[in-house]
């Protein structure tokens, strides 16, 4: 029985929605103290005494160091690595600068508030395009000549200013902690063994002397795979205490001092020829960095956004410039997509915008620039080996029914509201960090054991994984179980993150069982006494020529393997909005949104669809409700879900996701391509490309609320 591509309901939700889970606030840890965190109420101010009496407190002498440097990103920056504990001056509101111990939650909340800090306020930089905000670094790709050359000889050019305003993640489950003294930590992360490394680095421990565990997550979208203060904080405390310590965050904590995504202003243009042909695109952009740098801060709008400028078009000139500032607001990091929603923003946005300037048919402009030949080289120097450009902006266009569309229109007309379509494109460069690693074992009791150094945090691993070895070794997928975030039973690994979990963590897995067979080979053979070379492995058992069988699980084997694999795949699709205004009000309904995507071998459709909704929907908070805003003085304006709007189910259409036959991946035994991210860089321009055409073909920048709709409208 072959099990890809069968929607299997997910094996994880028996215990999920049996209350099962095992989440970190949930766990029973006896004697455990309480970690409080005092924070700083002031965006920019020099420290001048804490004052703190009975009770145990942890300030910047006690626990000194930085939290992990950025990775290079090919050009000079302007380090300044954020703190573990803020030591003289603090630098954002919510800043960590020390750390309480108590009995009960609530104890150490108390303690929290009873620390006096005396601060001295200094200015703060809040805007980063103020002249005042420190310039980080200043990164470019693309041939900038070949790109001026282009713009000079261009019959049209169109240029946009385009926000990409800051967000936060926002997962359901706040980060959490609990540490030992024996330097044992189970944390809600993405990436074990790259954040035991970086936490083991901060506190100048070894490595190996570090154990990091992590149970179930509910939710990360890239905010939990980079180690944050708290959790050196709950591992020192711990070990000068000799008690365990457990940090849980609350939700203003996560909103004021994890990190935020995106936060990109640009200035772009896009030259046609007069027959519609993009001869180049030029994007010159500010992106904050917040406070301080945080792990992966500075790749996001450079490195990441640097694949995806340009989109599945095949534009023969661009160049990116990208400038990072520092202000005094909470660190940016990656967030779903991290570069790549920004990216494909921009080209959508600019090619629909000069659509409507220049009298083209936005739905013609794109399909004569789209990407028909593979393998095609992009400008900014992508290969991609395969894909279906032209054919999902067809099948989207068609699911648009831009002919019915007249009289949709026409109805919300005589109900004196306004009605637009928007049908735009997308391409994801999905690859997450390189290579992966996976061990499969054959446990005595039957049961095969799949360790793999990827990281589910809602995905569906356990049954994904599931499948494809199940089809691979020709057993039913309930004989196996996923090990995976525990730097003791798993060897290494990148974790989750860029949508890389079948691209590179299946990859290894699929190599993993190639190697098991091999070694279960010869042992087979000397059970039934033949050449090893004579033996047939199908249905789950080695057969000799007589006839002979042994079942895989009565061999007690075990194999591993690793590559390392930087190469990306290419999911790629075309999704459409249609929003209906309320021109007395600014509101923007979503009356209708489909996505039409290639994914390439779909594994599991049914987790696949899951995925691209949850993709789209935070997409399309972006687009209508979502942002991060400080007041001038730095104070954060949207500091809970009373004053930060994330769409609710009453905000959402169906959300149509058709998975068209894909084109498989020509990079990973599989085919595979990554899912976990497309959703949330298809969605944006899809939306404001329908709020353009309902506003007469105005460009408003995200989020379209309805006070920002309301005011372009007059």
């Known amino acids: 029985m072959t099990f890809i591509g069968q929607s299997l309901r997910r094996f994880e939700d028996q215990r999920f929605l049996t209350g099962r889970g095992r989440y970190v606030a949930d766990m029973e840890v006896p004697g455990a103290l309480w970690l409080g965190v005092v924070r700083s109420p002031h965006a920019h101010a020099r420290i001048v005494s804490i004052t703190a009496a009975g009770i145990t407190i942890f300030t910047a002498r006690d626990i000194p160091g930085h939290l992990p440097c950025p990775a290079n990103i090919g050009v000079p920056i302007a380090m300044r690595e954020r703190p573990v504990l803020a030591d003289g001056m603090v630098r954002h509101v919510g800043q960590a600068v020390a750390f309480v111990v108590a009995e009960t939650p609530e104890a150490a909340r108390d303690a929290a508030e009873a620390v006096q800090v005396e601060y001295d306020p200094l200015p703060a930089v809040i805007d980063p395009l103020s002249p005042d905000a420190e310039q980080v670094f200043d990164w470019q790709k693309g041939d900038a000549a070949a790109t001026d050359a282009a713009f000079a000889r261009a019959a049209h050019i169109t240029r946009l200013a385009i926000g990409n305003q800051r967000v936060t993640c926002a997962p359901i489950e706040p980060r959490a902690a609990i540490a030992w003294p024996d330097l044992r930590l189970v944390v809600n992360g993405m990436n074990a063994h790259g954040m035991r490394r970086q936490i083991a680095a901060c506190m100048g421990v070894p490595e190996a002397s570090l154990h990091l565990e992590i149970p179930d997550v509910g939710g990360g979208f890239g905010v939990k795979n980079v180690p944050f203060a708290e959790h050196i904080g709950a591992l020192h405390a711990a070990r000068a205490l000799g008690r365990p310590v457990r940090w849980v965050a609350e939700q203003a904590d996560d909103f004021a001092a994890s990190c935020h995504g995106r936060g990109m202003h640009s200035e772009a243009a896009i030259a046609l020829d007069g027959e519609g042909r993009i001869l180049a695109l030029r994007i010159d952009a500010v992106a904050e960095m917040g406070a301080f740098l945080s792990a992966n801060g500075p790749s996001c709008p450079t490195n990441a956004a640097g694949t995806a400028f340009g989109g599945g078009y095949a534009i023969p000139a661009i160049h990116a410039r990208m400038r990072g500032v520092y202000t005094h607001t909470a660190p940016m990091e990656a967030y ?45 120097d992508m290969l991609i080996a395969d894909g279906a450009f032209p054919r999902n902006l067809a099948v989207a266009e068609a699911a648009a029914d831009r002919q019915g569309f007249a009289a949709r229109r026409a109805a919300s007309a005589a109900q004196g509201k306004l009605r637009g379509l928007g049908v735009t494109c997308f391409m994801e460069t999905a690859r997450g960090a390189f290579g992966e690693w996976a061990r499969v074992s054959v446990l005595a009791d039957g049961q095969v054991e799949l360790a793999l150094g990827t990281h589910s945090n809602g995905q569906g691993h356990e049954t994904s994984f599931a499948q494809i070895a199940a089809d691979r070794l020709g057993l039913a997928p309930e004989n196996f179980v996923l090990v995976q975030g525990d730097t003791d039973r798993v060897e290494k690994g990148n974790g989750h993150g860029g949508a890389r ?28 006494q033949a050449d090893a070379a004579t033996l047939r492995f199908e249905n789950g058992a080695f057969t000799a020529p007589g006839g002979a069988t042994i079942p895989l699980t009565a061999l007690t084997v075990s194999a591993s393997a690793e590559h390392d694999s930087a190469l990306c795949t290419f999911p790629h699709g075309g999704h459409v909005a249609e929003v209906e205004i309320d021109p007395e009000t600014g509101e923007v309904t979503l009356a209708r949104y489909i996505a039409c995507d290639d994914y390439g071998t779909l594994i599991n459709p049914m987790l696949t669809a899951g995925q691209v909704q949850g993709g789209v929907a935070q997409g399309i908070g972006q687009a209508l409700h979502e942002r991060i805003a400080y007041d001038e003085n730095g104070q954060l304006l949207s500091a809970t879900f009373m004053d930060y709007t994330l769409p609710r189910a009453a905000d959402l259409p169906e959300l149509d996701v058709r998975l068209l036959e894909g084109c498989p991946a020509s990079v990973n035994p599989l085919g595979v391509k990554g899912v976990g991210q497309a959703g949330a860089i298809a969605a944006p321009q899809a939306v404001m490309a329908a709020v353009m055409d309902a506003l007469g073909g105005r460009p408003i920048d995200m989020p379209a609320t309805p006070e920002a709709v309301w005011r372009a409208l007059r």
Do not use: C, Y
């Open 336 to 380: 779903r997509g991290a570069g790549k929603p920004e990216a494909n923003h921009i080209t959508e946005m600019l090619i629909e915008a000069a659509a409507r300037e220049h009298g083209f048919d936005p739905a013609g402009l794109r399909a004569r620039n789209l990407v028909a030949v593979h393998p095609h080289r992009t400008a900014m």
């Open 501 to 528: 979990s079948l691209h590179q963590g299946g990859r290894a897995l699929v190599e993993a069982i190639e190697a098991l067979l091999a070694a279960a080979r010869p042992a087979a053979a000397r059970l039934l």
